[in-house]
């Protein structure tokens, strides 16, 4: 006999110390997922040694007032992620196989949340050249390219990047 819930077993919540790990895996493979043709083998020579450090510090010990790092739970499983700054949505992945499920929506809607407390009127983010996807998403969630671009040094090649924002 199957068991249904009433309620989705879905959450977000600010991350706390051992979150690190689960969100290194997620951008790592939603990255890879995304931006593989874009970034080409600098994808795949990703630090993740480096990156779970710098996760753990963000967590732990963010840089000032503004900053944080949210978590999007499937159940007790971390699929994803947000990283804010002042006025800023740093980063926002959602786990390849959890994307579609409504969990970009519930980070985003948190951190623009968190801008919003923290005293923000606008919200930015970036969107690397050839991310359709973040772009509906964005689309869709009442932001839009505001024609500011800037070039990205990856070691292999340069990429461009599109400021996205809204008013909140």
């Known amino acids: 006999m199957a068991l249904f819930r009433e309620t989705a077993d879905v959450s977000v919540r600010p991350a706390v110390p051992g979150d690190e ?30 990156m779970r450090q710098r996760w753990a510090e963000a967590i732990t010990r963010p840089p000032g007032p503004g900053f944080g790092v949210l978590v999007a739970l499937d ?51 970036w969107v690397l050249d050839g991310d359709d996807g973040r772009e509906r998403f964005l689309s869709s969630s009442g932001l839009g390219p505001d024609g500011t671009e800037r070039s990205l040094a990856t070691g292999v090649r340069d990429v461009v990047e599109r400021r996205w924002s809204a008013t909140i």
């Open 21 to 50: 790990d689960a969100v290194t895996q997620v951008q790592v493979e939603a990255w890879r997922a995304t931006h593989g043709e874009t970034l080409g083998d600098a994808v795949d020579a990703l630090d993740e040694q480096t």
């Open 75 to 125: 159940g007790p499983r971390v699929v994803g992620f947000a990283a804010v700054a002042p006025g800023q949505v740093m980063a926002l992945e959602v786990s390849p196989e959890h994307r579609l499920a409504g969990h970009g929506s519930r980070l985003l809607a948190a951190a623009v949340d968190r801008l919003r407390t923290d005293g923000s009127e606008d919200v930015v983010t």
